[in-house]
Protein backbone atom coordinates (compact mmCIF):
# COMPACT_ATOMS: atom_id res chain seq x y z
CA UNK A 1 0.00 0.00 0.00
CA UNK A 2 2.76 1.97 0.57
CA UNK A 3 4.64 1.94 -2.70
CA UNK A 4 0.97 2.40 -4.39
CA UNK A 5 0.69 5.49 -2.45
CA UNK A 6 4.63 6.53 -3.10
CA UNK A 7 4.20 5.75 -7.05
CA UNK A 8 0.80 7.80 -7.34
CA UNK A 9 2.02 10.99 -5.87
CA UNK A 10 5.16 10.23 -8.38
CA UNK A 11 2.81 9.88 -11.23
CA UNK A 12 0.79 12.81 -10.61
CA UNK A 13 3.87 15.16 -10.17
CA UNK A 14 5.07 14.06 -13.16
CA UNK A 15 1.88 14.88 -15.54
CA UNK A 16 1.87 17.83 -13.97
CA UNK A 17 5.26 18.59 -14.43
CA UNK A 18 4.40 17.63 -18.18
CA UNK A 19 1.57 19.70 -18.86
CA UNK A 20 4.53 22.55 -17.27
CA UNK A 21 6.57 21.96 -19.53
CA UNK A 22 4.42 21.64 -22.94
CA UNK A 23 2.11 25.15 -21.56
CA UNK A 24 4.27 27.44 -19.41
CA UNK A 25 8.14 26.80 -19.93
CA UNK A 26 7.77 27.76 -23.80
CA UNK A 27 6.94 31.40 -22.73
CA UNK A 28 10.53 31.71 -20.96
CA UNK A 29 11.62 30.70 -24.23
CA UNK A 30 9.70 33.61 -26.21
CA UNK A 31 7.54 30.86 -27.68
CA UNK A 32 3.87 31.48 -27.70
CA UNK A 33 1.40 27.97 -27.23
CA UNK A 34 -1.79 29.21 -28.49
CA UNK A 35 -4.93 26.63 -29.14
CA UNK A 36 -6.44 26.10 -32.59
CA UNK A 37 -10.06 27.20 -32.21
CA UNK A 38 -10.92 27.06 -35.95
CA UNK A 39 -10.48 24.71 -39.06
CA UNK A 40 -9.56 26.97 -41.37
CA UNK A 41 -5.91 26.01 -41.75
CA UNK A 42 -7.06 21.74 -41.74
CA UNK A 43 -5.79 19.75 -42.32
CA UNK A 44 -2.19 21.03 -41.24
CA UNK A 45 -3.46 22.27 -37.82
CA UNK A 46 -6.30 20.82 -36.78
CA UNK A 47 -8.98 22.15 -34.12
CA UNK A 48 -8.02 20.90 -30.51
CA UNK A 49 -4.45 21.08 -31.48
CA UNK A 50 -1.68 23.49 -29.80
CA UNK A 51 0.86 25.63 -32.05
CA UNK A 52 3.60 27.16 -31.17
CA UNK A 53 4.27 29.91 -32.26
CA UNK A 54 8.14 32.06 -32.25
CA UNK A 55 8.73 35.56 -33.13
CA UNK A 56 9.57 36.12 -37.55
CA UNK A 57 11.65 38.35 -38.69
CA UNK A 58 9.89 40.66 -41.40
CA UNK A 59 12.81 38.68 -43.87
CA UNK A 60 10.45 35.56 -43.27
CA UNK A 61 7.07 36.86 -44.50
CA UNK A 62 6.80 35.36 -47.51
CA UNK A 63 4.50 33.62 -49.71
CA UNK A 64 3.29 30.04 -48.79
CA UNK A 65 4.80 30.78 -45.19
CA UNK A 66 2.28 30.35 -42.24
CA UNK A 67 2.14 33.02 -39.29
CA UNK A 68 0.22 34.00 -36.73
CA UNK A 69 -1.19 37.14 -36.56
CA UNK A 70 -3.48 39.75 -34.78
CA UNK A 71 -7.09 41.28 -36.44
CA UNK A 72 -7.40 44.97 -35.92
CA UNK A 73 -9.48 44.32 -32.49
CA UNK A 74 -6.46 43.49 -30.90
CA UNK A 75 -7.54 40.38 -29.29
CA UNK A 76 -8.35 37.92 -31.85
CA UNK A 77 -5.44 35.77 -33.20
CA UNK A 78 -5.08 33.58 -36.60
CA UNK A 79 -3.15 31.33 -38.15
CA UNK A 80 -3.20 30.98 -41.71
CA UNK A 81 -0.74 31.45 -44.74
CA UNK A 82 0.50 34.15 -46.97
CA UNK A 83 -0.62 34.01 -50.18
CA UNK A 84 1.01 37.56 -51.41
CA UNK A 85 3.57 40.38 -49.55
CA UNK A 86 2.98 43.62 -50.49
CA UNK A 87 6.66 44.79 -49.22
CA UNK A 88 5.96 48.47 -50.48
CA UNK A 89 3.13 48.50 -47.83
CA UNK A 90 4.47 46.36 -45.31
CA UNK A 91 1.53 44.08 -45.48
CA UNK A 92 0.78 40.61 -46.36
CA UNK A 93 -2.45 38.59 -47.52
CA UNK A 94 -3.70 35.68 -46.16
CA UNK A 95 -5.81 32.82 -46.67
CA UNK A 96 -6.79 29.37 -44.65
CA UNK A 97 -6.00 26.44 -46.25
CA UNK A 98 -9.47 25.10 -45.58
CA UNK A 99 -11.08 28.13 -46.86
CA UNK A 100 -12.11 29.12 -50.27
CA UNK A 101 -11.22 32.46 -50.55
CA UNK A 102 -8.46 34.91 -49.02
CA UNK A 103 -9.13 37.10 -46.15
CA UNK A 104 -10.76 40.33 -46.92
CA UNK A 105 -8.33 42.71 -45.70
CA UNK A 106 -4.79 42.85 -45.86
CA UNK A 107 -2.60 42.28 -42.28
CA UNK A 108 0.40 44.62 -41.27
CA UNK A 109 3.52 43.67 -41.02
CA UNK A 110 3.11 44.99 -37.09
CA UNK A 111 0.33 42.72 -36.27
CA UNK A 112 2.16 39.60 -37.28
CA UNK A 113 3.12 38.19 -34.34
CA UNK A 114 5.12 35.04 -35.20
CA UNK A 115 5.40 31.74 -37.44
CA UNK A 116 4.34 28.23 -35.55
CA UNK A 117 7.32 25.58 -35.11
CA UNK A 118 5.44 23.17 -33.74
CA UNK A 119 1.73 21.38 -33.40
CA UNK A 120 0.82 19.12 -31.09
CA UNK A 121 -2.61 17.46 -31.86
CA UNK A 122 -5.50 17.35 -29.30
CA UNK A 123 -3.27 19.20 -26.54
CA UNK A 124 -5.60 22.33 -26.51
CA UNK A 125 -8.61 20.18 -25.19
CA UNK A 126 -7.01 19.39 -22.23
CA UNK A 127 -5.13 22.98 -22.17
CA UNK A 128 -8.75 24.77 -22.43
CA UNK A 129 -10.06 22.80 -19.62
CA UNK A 130 -6.85 23.67 -17.28
CA UNK A 131 -7.32 27.32 -18.32
CA UNK A 132 -11.46 27.19 -17.25
CA UNK A 133 -12.55 27.39 -13.89
CA UNK A 134 -12.99 24.01 -13.17
CA UNK A 135 -10.05 23.23 -14.81
CA UNK A 136 -8.21 24.94 -12.00
CA UNK A 137 -9.82 23.35 -9.27
CA UNK A 138 -8.67 19.77 -10.86
CA UNK A 139 -5.37 21.27 -10.46
CA UNK A 140 -5.93 22.39 -6.64
CA UNK A 141 -7.24 19.12 -5.97
CA UNK A 142 -4.48 17.43 -7.40
CA UNK A 143 -2.28 19.32 -5.64
CA UNK A 144 -4.17 18.33 -2.13
CA UNK A 145 -4.21 14.70 -3.45
CA UNK A 146 0.07 14.30 -3.54
CA UNK A 147 0.10 16.09 -0.56
CA UNK A 148 -2.28 13.15 1.00
CA UNK A 149 -0.89 10.41 -0.84
CA UNK A 150 2.95 11.38 0.33
CA UNK A 151 1.69 11.75 3.93
CA UNK A 152 -0.44 8.70 3.81
CA UNK A 153 2.85 6.65 2.47
CA UNK A 154 4.62 8.45 5.23
CA UNK A 155 2.99 7.20 7.91
CA UNK A 156 2.51 3.73 6.47
CA UNK A 157 6.45 4.10 6.49
CA UNK A 158 6.67 5.20 10.03
CA UNK A 159 4.17 2.24 11.35
CA UNK A 160 6.18 -0.59 9.02
CA UNK A 161 9.12 1.00 10.80
CA UNK A 162 7.24 0.40 14.36
CA UNK A 163 6.27 -3.19 13.80
CA UNK A 164 9.90 -3.94 12.37
CA UNK A 165 11.17 -2.68 15.88
CA UNK A 166 8.81 -4.62 17.93
Not at 18 to 32: D, Q, R
Not at 148 to 164: F, P, Q
Request: glycine share 12%.
Amino acid sequence: MRYLCKWSALGICGILALLTILLALPGLFGIHPLLVQSGSMEPEYSVGSVIYVRQADRSELSEGTVVTFCLPDGKTMVTHRIVRVDMEKEEIYTKGDANELEDGAATPFSMVLGIPILCVPCLGYLAGYLASAAGRVGIILLVILVCLLSWMEGELYREEEGAGEG
